[in-house]
């Protein structure tokens, strides 16, 4: 269905529906497509985890179906030096990172988009659950249609350059209609479930995973009040908020109810936990952001109001936002509970992402012991 002079785009294949259903639907609007496989890990690379040589393999099968040429491209050294030993360093400084937003930023939107281009692309498409919309002369990042799979939380750190050259064909698509069209299509990963675990090294025990990378050192747990009830296996495998995996039961004087992560304290190597849910260690009104990326340009006031999300599956918070240099201060309209440095916040004025940053500070009692940073709110107020 090639028509003259179509305009070239090179779809990243995952072996999952989505990026099938991406190549499916820009085929049909009668595209040069072609597919690229991108291989990005080669450690432990085996059936049990990653699962690569499965994936390519689905993949052939896809393009094969959709009748679209399919490239592969490695790129291993890539991926560890720009994302993982990143996700490392962060995870050793007692933070919590997100590959997923790293892996985007210099992988599928600057690693994958570079090579693409080379081969003659015009633009790149991914299956990802976002939108691009033009106003003037720039682009904007909107959220995705199905609100249960947006991922625009994931792409805050996509630039002009990348926006104007890469495309969402599922984005304005339900996630149960994606599937019914891989169906229709006879594309065999219609049922396929969704990927999970850390972006391109697949679903593991983490633990074990991270320990393989990282020394770990066991600590005590410890109540806010200082009373000690159990051992930790070592402070980067607690998250604030975290409630499975404490493995803290029958302690004498405490009533049988789950445990939460409320504080980690690295120059002692102690984890501060306790049985509320929304204990005051855990309430942020204000929050410290770096690292700040905008979608289009920077805002021109010193603060603004929007709404924002400290993690991926919360629903939109609203705030006040000051800005400072390449920082800012957020301060919120209502307490955030377990809002962790090393995350992203993302920052939306109604369906558009605007942009984000990397948590570095709070002002609860937990995540001043963790960043060992305190706010002082009148430098941006």
């Not at 015009?122 to 947006?150: C, E, M, V």
Request: hydrophobic share 35%; charged share 20%; proline share 3%.
């Amino acid at each position: 269905m090639k028509t003259k002079n179509a305009k070239t785009i090179f779809v990243g294949l995952s072996g999952g529906v989505d990026s099938a259903v991406s190549a499916l639907l820009l085929k049909e609007q009668g595209f040069a497509v072609q597919g690229l496989f991108m291989k990005n890990w080669e450690e432990d690379d085996t059936s049990t985890y990653c699962s690569a040589q499965k994936d390519l393999d689905d993949v052939k099968a896809l393009c094969k179906v959709i009748d679209i040429p399919l490239h592969s491209v490695n790129f291993s050294q890539e991926y560890w030096q720009t994302v993982f030993s990143i996700f490392l360093e962060e995870y050793q400084a007692g933070r919590t990172p997100n590959p997923d937003i790293l892996c985007n930023k210099e992988i599928k939107f600057k690693a994958f988009l570079n090579h693409a281009l080379q081969l003659g692309a015009d633009y790149i498409a991914t299956g990802h659950y976002a939108q691009r919309a033009t106003k003037l002369d720039s682009f904007q990042l909107l959220r995705g249609q199905d609100q249960n799979k947006d991922q625009s939380y994931f792409l805050y750190t996509l630039n002009q350059d990348a926006l104007r050259r890469c495309l969402f064909p599922v984005g304005h698509l339900e996630k149960p209609l994606v599937r019914l069209l891989a169906q229709k299509a006879n594309l065999h990963v219609f049922s396929k479930k969704d990927s999970t675990g850390i972006c391109f090294i697949g679903e593991r025990k983490f633990t074990s995973f991270l320990q393989e990378y990282l020394p770990s050192q066991e600590g005590v747990m410890k109540t806010p009040e200082g009373k000690t009830i159990g051992q930790h296996h070592g402070l980067m495998f607690y998250t604030l908020g975290q409630r499975h995996g404490l493995k803290i039961g029958g302690v004498k004087g405490y009533p049988e109810k789950p445990w939460y992560v409320v504080a980690k304290d690295l120059d002692n190597n102690v984890l501060y936990v306790c049985q509320d849910d929304d204990h005051d260690w855990q309430q942020s009104v204000f929050v410290k952001a770096n690292k700040l990326h905008w979608v289009n340009e920077p805002p021109l006031a010193a603060s603004f109001t929007c709404t924002a999300k400290v993690r991926y599956r919360q629903n939109d918070q609203a705030c006040q936002v000051y800005l400072k240099e390449n920082e800012a201060l957020i301060k919120f309209d209502t307490a955030q509970r377990a809002v962790t440095p090393g995350q992203a916040i993302v920052f939306y004025q109604q369906n558009q992402c605007l942009g984000g940053g990397t948590i570095i500070a709070t002002d609860s009692p937990g995540g001043i012991i963790q960043s060992k940073l305190s706010i002082n709110h009148q430098e941006h107020l």
